[in-house]
């Protein structure tokens, strides 16, 4: 059973184009989150997803829009994609409602986006 | 705002052996928690242990151990008897109270490789 899962694992696509990366947790978790690893591995929050309102947006270019139909489920979408896009994006949730320091973040297995 | 310091960029152990991962941090929250993650080659982001910082003990997970120094706002991770598959790339983060803790902030990551 797969607690949170992407789609799809790789994406390779051509610059100007627009993408969508799924994501969907199992676990009953109220919060859902994306997060970017840049190719030197470093990790920043870039959206998150409270009971389907968002929460944190942080300093991310508007091509980038979360959508969340339902609290199990969080996708990216990304309009006009540039090279500075390609990374790998990791989607995560945790169970609480309210922001709770305790609360442990569990991540799904990543995309690996491509602008070619 | 928070930061999470890994000066190790890379480390090598013996197999069966020990190794300390260090993680120092900056906040200005009273109450917050630590967490480590792990990266395998493959990618996917895998908790291992947190410690919150009200706890009075180290957190223990098994082979992981987390020594904590809040005076000196050092959350160590140790790994005891060492196994080739624990090669991968360890993440230190830490989440606030408030709006900020609905992110976890990432160190920089230090890669281990364990030497047979």
């Known amino acids: 059973d797969t607690a949170v899962s992407q789609t799809p694992k790789y994406l390779v696509t051509q610059m100007g184009n627009d993408k969508s990366i799924k994501c969907e947790q199992n676990l009953g978790h109220d919060t859902m989150y994306w997060y970017k690893q840049d190719s030197k591995k470093f990790l920043k929050i870039m959206f998150s997803y409270n009971n389907k309102e968002l929460i944190i947006n942080e300093t991310v270019p508007n091509r980038f829009s979360p959508k969340s139909p339902d609290k199990a489920h969080l996708n990216l979408h990304i309009n006009s994609l540039e090279l500075g896009d390609s990374a790998v994006y990791f989607c995560?949730?945790?169970?609480?409602?309210?922001?709770?320091?305790?609360?442990?973040?569990?991540f799904g297995p990543g995309t690996r986006l491509t602008v070619l | 705002a928070q930061k999470i310091t890994q000066t190790q960029p890379g480390m090598f152990v013996q197999e069966k052996e020990a190794v300390t991962l260090d993680c120092t941090y900056d906040?200005?929250?009273?109450?917050?928690?630590l967490f480590w993650y792990k990266q395998p080659s493959s990618g996917e982001m895998i908790f291992l242990i947190y410690?919150?910082?009200?706890?009075?003990q180290n957190a223990t997970e098994g082979r992981y151990s987390l020594n904590f120094q809040k005076a000196r706002k050092s959350a160590n991770l140790v790994i005891s008897a060492s196994q080739l598959g624990d090669s991968a790339m360890y993440f230190c983060a830490m989440r606030g109270r408030g709006a900020g803790s609905y992110q976890l902030t990432f160190g920089k990551g230090t890669k281990l490789s364990v030497i047979p």
């Open positions: 995560a949730s945790s169970l609480r409602t309210s922001g709770d320091h305790t609360d442990t973040q569990y």
């Open positions: 906040t200005s929250d009273q109450s917050y928690g």
């Open positions: 410690q919150g910082s009200y706890d009075e």
